[in-house]
């Protein structure tokens, strides 16, 4: 599969060692958040074999969807200025009184904003800008909802071996990687090489918006793809997909006090920001777990910080702001 090469990878590992005396375990963080300014995150992991695979195809646009203030259409909107291309976005969530983090970036970097009313399918929103770029004489691509297909998955498939490389140059071993899940695909992307390696690593991912059972569905059919797409026998079953749907809240980018809070306590305490719609909970998530007992076999744990600081709200940063 053709790659581009976007992001600043790769991306560093650094300890938290306040954090893992008080813990009892070494927590180590991956600074997903530093692939790059316009294009932080996980997102563009995915989109170097994403949109690879448009240009590949002879496409001049993209066009993807996501929430007000997603990552993943941020990105998306970055890359496709980066390469002269178009951008379409489809977006679904509360319209807004004004444009601001992550909604702001989409407009500025050149990126078309549908918005969506809440009635409004986004699949057939999506089918009908394809059929009018297509009817102007354009060849659109259409990307899913944070990448999350077997060919974004690719993304966090190679940050395995990154990973590897890592923990070779550090001469330890992680027993846990842990992420926030949103749509699956990266989620899907470490489970598939890390099975591939043959590695005893546990993939935990703490769900920011559906429940388990249709994450477990929704990464196992991305990973069914991923092995036809290599020429590879497609398992029975899938052990180990372990996704923890209890910390998600009040909802989809919607943050209680207490998680704000934490957020708050981790930045003044440990000096990085999380964001309040995916790394928060997750983060909080993983903590929360330690402290109930359920990595008391691991030695070494690595958090993916996968970025999202574009997304914070006006109202998410005065509500962050209560809690101190």
């Known amino acids: 599969m053709e790659r581009l090469h976007i992001a600043n990878l790769p991306t560093p590992i650094q300890k938290l060692d306040r954090l893992s005396e008080e813990l009892g375990v070494n927590i180590y963080l991956k600074r997903d958040d530093f692939t790059g300014t316009e294009v932080s995150g996980n997102k563009v992991r995915k989109l170097e074999f994403s949109v690879a695979d448009a240009l590949q195809q002879g496409c001049d646009t993209i066009i993807t969807a996501g ?45 078309r904003v549908h918005l969506l009313a809440p009635d409004e399918s986004r699949e057939e929103k999506m089918d009908e800008i394809v059929e009018n770029l297509k009817a102007q004489g354009h060849k659109p691509y259409v990307i899913p909802v944070g990448a999350s297909n077997a060919v974004g998955s690719l993304g966090y498939a190679s940050a395995i071996e990154e990973i590897t490389r890592q923990e070779n140059n550090l001469g330890l071993h992680f027993d846990s990687v842990v992420i926030a899940v949103g749509s699956g695909g990266t989620y899907a992307g470490l489970w598939y090489a890390n099975q591939k390696q043959g590695a005893k690593r546990k993939i935990y991912g703490f769900a920011v918006d559906h429940n388990t059972e249709v994450f477990v569905e929704t990464i196992t059919n991305i990973m069914k793809e991923m092995y036809l797409n290599d020429g590879l026998e497609v398992p029975e079953e899938y052990h180990d997909i372990l996704i923890n749907d209890q910390y998600i809240g009040s909802g989809y980018a919607k943050s209680r006090a207490e998680e704000l809070a934490f957020i708050m306590k981790i930045a003044r305490e440990h000096g990085f920001l999380l964001d309040p719609v995916y790394t928060g909970k997750g983060f909080y998530g993983m903590v929360s777990e330690i402290q109930k007992g359920t990595f008391k076999n691991a030695k070494n744990i690595l958090f993916i910080h996968t970025g999202g600081l574009q997304g914070w709200t006006q109202e998410q940063r005065e509500n962050a702001l209560k809690t101190l």
Do not use: K, W, Y
């Open 67 to 111: 929430g007000i203030q997603s990552n993943h259409c941020r990105a998306t909107a970055a890359v496709a200025a980066m390469l002269g291309l178009g951008c379409d976005l489809v977006i679904r969530g509360e319209i807004p009184n004004h444009f601001e983090g992550n909604l702001f970036l989409d407009q500025a970097l050149g990126a």
